[in-house]
């Protein structure tokens, strides 16, 4: 116990402050005087601050209440919406200003026939249905394109750059003269592979066909490796009756488009119509190699190996070529006179005693 309160005299009496001097009356006076110092700087921050409080509230209340205020209140302006011309078609960017033209074209006062002036309201006529024709190229209205070229045509007759679309249009309606002669002034202009080809296929139509020859050879000559050069070519030989050019002319146009049925069964046939049997064989035997679902091919091919005497393999192609279609079909096919030769063979009656037999069970569902 002694040692306890002697610890704790220790503690106090060995400082290296000696309490009793701080509390002296000069030190004092002086501590409050610096006290007093503090309190007025500790005042005068508090009321600043306290003052910039107050201000910053103020003006954030003030904010919020006039955003408030302001979304409550009806907006006073009116909106004006305003209905845009829609075009009938619907054309690119660098052709909308020729709608402007519309209503000068829809306008002018009825005036005679024939060629017009080189004025504002003829020339903006003009333009109008030049692009509106080209616009109706465009999305496959082609009566409609004719009606407006036409038209630029009637304004501006020596006009540049339109009669090919005329002559095309024209040859696109099977009216052959009118196409050549739109054709041969696009030819006049500027000579190129579609203006050239085009004409010859015009003059094959209305049967000029020395100038469809010269024409389509020139078009060859400008496009060698166009496929349709060949078969305009072996239509044109075939109808002159040149059939050996012809024929190499079709032979050309197969090995660049292999897949034209459609021309191959034309092919065939004009093979068979000019009597040339053993060619059609064979063209027709490796065409139903590649081809093997379409009946006429198969049909075509059997009166083919008739006419060369060649039953077996007749019989064998009639027998593919009723696999494909009706039997009532089948019959009217096998029922043709070119058949006559091998009509009363066995195999040829019992495949068509099947076909009978098929088409009544067919007939009973």
Not at 18 to 26: M, V
Not at 52 to 68: D, E, G, H, K, Y
Not at 129 to 145: F, N, S
Request: proline share 4%.
């Amino acid at each position: 116990m002694h040692k306890r309160k002697n610890e704790i005299q220790d503690i106090y009496q060995g400082g290296e402050h000696d309490f009793e001097k701080d509390f002296t009356p000069q030190i004092a006076k002086e501590r409050l005087e610096e006290r007093q110092r503090d309190l007025r700087r500790s005042q005068i921050a508090s009321i600043f601050f306290g003052s910039l409080v107050i201000v910053l509230s103020v003006a954030l209340v003030s904010i919020v209440i006039r955003n408030f205020l302001k979304s409550r209140t009806p907006s006073l302006k009116i909106s004006t919406k305003e209905t845009p011309f829609i075009p009938r078609h619907s054309l690119p960017i660098e052709s909308l200003w020729v709608m402007d033209y519309q209503q000068v074209a829809s306008q002018l006062d009825p005036e005679t026939p024939g060629p017009k002036p080189l004025s504002t309201k003829w020339v903006k006529n003009a333009a109008y249905h030049i692009v509106m024709g080209q616009q109706a190229l465009y999305t496959h209205e082609k009566d409609q394109a004719l009606e407006h070229f036409l038209k630029v045509a009637e304004i501006y007759p020596d006009i540049q750059g339109l009669h090919g679309a005329l002559g095309t249009l024209y040859l696109q309606n099977d009216e052959y003269a009118l196409a050549a002669q739109h054709l041969e002034k696009a030819l006049a202009e500027e000579e190129n592979f579609d203006v050239v080809n085009n004409l010859g296929s015009a003059y094959i139509g209305a049967e000029e066909y020395d100038k469809a020859e010269k024409n389509l050879k020139r078009a060859l000559e400008l496009r060698p490796e166009n496929p349709g050069c060949y078969k305009n070519l072996a239509a044109l030989y075939r109808k002159m009756g040149r059939d050996n050019e012809a024929i190499y002319n079709f032979e050309k146009y197969f090995d660049m488009q292999p897949g034209d049925l459609d021309t191959m069964q034309a092919y065939g046939l004009y093979l068979t119509k000019i009597g040339r049997w053993k060619e059609a064989a064979d063209f027709l035997t490796q065409l139903t190699q590649e081809v093997t679902d379409v009946a006429p091919i198969y049909f075509l091919l059997a009166q083919v190996q008739v006419q060369n005497g060649q039953q077996d393999k007749a019989i064998a192609a009639l027998k593919r070529g009723v696999q494909l279609i009706d039997p009532q079909l089948a019959l009217a096919w096998m029922d043709r006179e070119e058949f006559n030769t091998v009509r009363n063979s066995s195999e040829f009656k019992t495949l068509a005693d099947q076909l009978e037999i098929a088409s009544i069970s067919l007939g009973k569902h």
